[in-house]
């Protein structure tokens, strides 16, 4: 890979990362809103299900647009992990802040009458849930932002193998 071609395939990838961190910022803030209204969890659940498909949308169209519709297994590997990372970063930021000036202990308290409801005490998960509340109000907003950096990039590693595998294209033989 040349370094115009490593250039383009970053360009290519900070813009489809973006476009990803807006479905996931979408997904996130759904899933907030979904602690009073499951319907809106749903929405958020199915929103964070599409991420794959669309990361493979954003292949396609960067092999179809850009590389004249051949990529190797290996850039279109790169480029699925590069749009994970940028859409991480991006991500982990927006974490960092609703935590740190929005959220105010709200996901904590619905987390906490979701451990206090009937259901949960029935099913003897209470004392589970407590241990994890008490983990959660000891962690800071910058361990939540960490967690889901890491948890994105790695998302990155292990679903670009089959996207890439799918989205690759060789160059034809005498029109084959």
Same mark, same amino acid.
């Given at each position: 890979? %040349?370094?115009? @071609? #490593?250039?383009?395939? !970053?360009?290519?990838? &900070?813009?489809?990362?973006?476009?990803?961190?807006?479905?996931?910022?979408?997904?996130?803030?759904?899933?907030?809103?979904? +602690? @009073?209204?499951?319907?809106?969890?749903?929405?958020?659940? +199915?929103?964070?299900?599409?991420?794959?498909? *669309? /990361?493979?949308?954003?292949? &396609?169209?960067?092999?179809? !647009?850009?590389?004249?519709?051949?990529?190797?297994?290996?850039?279109?590997?790169?480029?699925?992990?590069?749009?994970?990372?940028?859409?991480?970063?991006?991500?982990?930021?927006?974490? #960092?802040?609703? *935590? %740190?000036?929005? =959220?105010?202990?709200?996901?904590?308290?619905?987390?906490? @009458? +979701?451990?206090?409801?009937?259901?949960?005490?029935?099913?003897?998960? !209470? =004392?589970? +849930?407590?241990?994890?509340? /008490? @983990?959660?109000?000891?962690?800071?907003?910058? =361990?939540?932002?960490?967690?889901?950096?890491?948890?994105?990039?790695?998302?990155?590693? *292990?679903?670009?193998?089959?996207?890439?595998?799918?989205?690759?294209?060789?160059? /034809?033989?005498?029109?084959?």
């Amino acid at each position: 890979m %040349t370094p115009a @071609e #490593y250039q383009q395939l !970053k360009a290519f990838a &900070r813009i489809d990362g973006a476009l990803l961190f807006c479905l996931w910022v979408g997904s996130f803030a759904l899933y907030i809103k979904g +602690m @009073e209204n499951p319907t809106l969890g749903m929405i958020s659940l +199915m929103l964070l299900v599409l991420a794959p498909f *669309f /990361t493979a949308r954003c292949l &396609r169209s960067f092999r179809d !647009k850009a590389r004249q519709g051949i990529i190797s297994f290996a850039r279109g590997y790169a480029y699925i992990i590069l749009i994970f990372f940028y859409s991480g970063l991006l991500f982990a930021l927006a974490q #960092y802040v609703y *935590f %740190t000036y929005m =959220d105010h202990g709200f996901l904590l308290a619905k987390f906490t @009458e +979701m451990a206090n409801a009937p259901q949960t005490i029935q099913l003897g998960l !209470k =004392d589970m +849930m407590q241990q994890s509340i /008490t @983990e959660m109000a000891a962690m800071r907003p910058i =361990d939540f932002s960490l967690n889901m950096l890491t948890i994105v990039i790695m998302a990155g590693f *292990f679903l670009g193998l089959p996207i890439a595998a799918l989205m690759q294209r060789r160059a /034809t033989v005498n029109g084959q």
